[in-house]
């Protein structure tokens, strides 16, 4: 994946921003933006950091299963990151959450997905 730090003549990419506080910009062909790896359980493709994450997250989101109450109705969720130059995408169904409990929890997802080298992440949702 080629990241560039400033947006090219006439290549159609897509901007992010880093999350560590520097606001960092890099801009990536847009194709592999919209070609990410689906991570949608334990079992699809990904690096070994980020699956002990999902493993924490699933517990997270069995902590609050039962008490949980939905404030909103999202109807659409996911977080992208770029992690060792490949485009993730992680659905909710990973942490076999709803997507409102993914909405609750995203916040935590993105901090530490920066805490293992991903300070590129985006928090994509829309209210159903």
């Known amino acids: ?3 560039h730090f400033e947006k090219a003549d006439n290549r159609k990419l897509h901007m992010l921003k880093s999350n560590d506080g520097k606001n960092q910009e890099i801009w990536i062909d847009h194709e592999e933006w919209m070609r990410p790896k689906d991570i949608i359980s334990e079992g699809s493709e990904m690096p ?3 699956l002990n994450l999902l493993r924490k997250w699933s517990k997270e989101i069995n902590k609050i299963r039962t008490d949980f109450e939905c404030k909103s109705t999202i109807g659409y969720a996911h977080v992208n990151f770029i992690y060792d130059s490949s485009v993730y995408k992680l659905q909710p169904a990973a942490i076999a959450a709803t997507k409102d409990m993914f909405h ?6 993105q901090k530490d997905l920066k805490h293992i080298g991903c300070p590129y992440t985006y928090y994509h949702w829309e209210l159903d």
């Open 48 to 50: 070994r950091e980020v």
């Open 1 to 3: 994946m080629a990241i």
């Open 104 to 109: 609750h929890i995203a916040e935590m997802i």
